[in-house]
């Protein structure tokens, strides 16, 4: 069945550090790609999609390309700050016709001052 | 702005209670969700359901069930409800595929329940 596959965290990085997280997925037919974060103690917020191969989706200085030749939707951001500490998910408009989508364990992001 | 809402940001219960999470919507979505999230094992459904009165069965069900009345109310059932089941609950909602055309798959969270049995 469709899956996805992110980095396993804790990531630490120091302000302005560039930041990749990696995320690789299987699935049957041409799904749609997600990144949602989840700040403490708050549900998961929509970061960014792309919904066909070579999209890019951008958000608040993050982005992400869908690649089909590598089944990847790596997450990178030029220059983090201590305010994007958080847990990142990956996910994936799953089969089906009810709309699903399949997560990735999530990477937890502590970014230092 | 959608906006989805839980009744309780944290819970706590006893052993053999029953248990009731509830979650609103205020966006007029057909599809709702329940997950559970866990350290290390992410987010995993446990029902959804795509229009009133229906429900489907998600990754991990046992020992819950769900209600859905109206619309933009699910309900999440814990009939008696064990340590194991102590976890955050985060529902969703989302807009069901039509059968053509473009549509957003985008869910929607609400802020989630912490819930801890004793």
């Known amino acids: 069945g469709d899956s996805v596959t992110q980095m396993e965290g804790p990531v630490t990085l120091s302000e302005e550090a560039f930041l990749t997280i990696n995320c690789t997925y299987t699935?049957?037919?041409?799904?749609?790609l997600f990144w949602y974060v989840q700040y403490p103690g708050e549900g998961l917020q929509l970061l960014l999609k792309a919904t066909k191969a070579d999209d890019k989706g951008s958000n608040k200085g993050f982005e992400a390309t869908y690649r089909k030749e590598t089944t990847s939707f790596h997450l990178e951001k030029g220059s983090v700050q201590v305010s994007d500490s958080a847990v990142y998910f990956c996910?994936?408009?799953?089969?089906?016709?009810?709309?699903?989508?399949?997560f990735g364990k999530g990477t937890k992001l502590s970014v230092k001052p | 702005d959608v906006k989805v809402t839980q009744s309780s940001r944290y819970l706590v219960k006893r052993t053999g209670e029953k248990v009731f999470l509830e979650c609103v919507q205020d966006m007029d979505h057909e599809n709702m969700f329940w997950y559970r999230q866990d350290p290390g094992l992410g987010l995993r459904l446990i029902y959804f359901?795509?229009?009133?009165?229906?429900?489907e069965k998600g990754d991990i069900p046992e020992g819950y069930s769900v209600s859905r009345e109206k619309k933009e109310r699910f309900s999440l059932i814990l009939e008696s409800a064990s340590t194991n089941q102590t976890s955050m609950y985060l529902c969703?909602?989302?807009?069901?595929?039509?059968?053509?055309?473009?549509?957003?798959?985008?869910?929607?969270f609400g802020p989630g329940t912490r819930l801890t049995v004793l």
């Open positions: 996910a994936l408009s799953g089969g089906g016709s009810q709309g699903n989508l399949i």
């Open positions: 359901s795509y229009d009133v009165k229906m429900k």
């Open positions: 699935a049957t037919g041409y799904p749609s």
């Open positions: 969703a909602s989302s807009f069901l595929p039509p059968r053509s055309g473009e549509y957003t798959d985008t869910q929607y």
